[in-house]
Nanobody, 122 residues
């Protein structure tokens, strides 16, 4: 089981950028696919991005393609979400996720962090 702790959320103006970080515990981090989800007020949790152990396998929600980039540093047990051209509709609590493969992460199965708030002002 991997434990996840997110950081890097905050308040940013529309058009701005923010990078979220997720620290993962456990010696088997390299074997996990990692991802990000978000939950806006009054809405369900939605998939944002996922990647396998290398950058060769990534998946993004259509709403963030071209604006967000997921990356990971296996040596540091870290996964990141670089968010550019932020919009007010990106406002949500962002959660880090881990799963056995990208499909499992996209499906929402696996481990979750506690979330970090991102607020985009117009």
């Amino acid at each position: 089981q991997v434990q996840l702790v997110e950081s890097g959320g905050g308040l940013v103006q529309a058009g701005g950028s923010l990078t979220l970080s997720c620290a993962a515990s456990g010696r088997t981090f390299n074997y996990y696919a990692m991802g990000w989800f978000r939950q806006a007020p009054g809405k369900g949790r939605e998939f944002v991005a996922a990647m396998g152990w290398s950058a060769g396998s990534t998946s993004y929600a259509d709403s963030v393609k071209g604006r967000f980039t997921i990356s990971r540093n296996n040596a540091k047990n870290m996964v990141y979400l670089q968010m550019n051209s932020l919009k007010p509709e990106d406002t949500a609590v962002y959660y880090c996720a881990a799963g056995g493969n990208v499909a499992a992460v996209v499906a929402g199965s696996g481990s979750w962090g506690q979330g970090t708030q991102v607020t985009v002002s117009s």
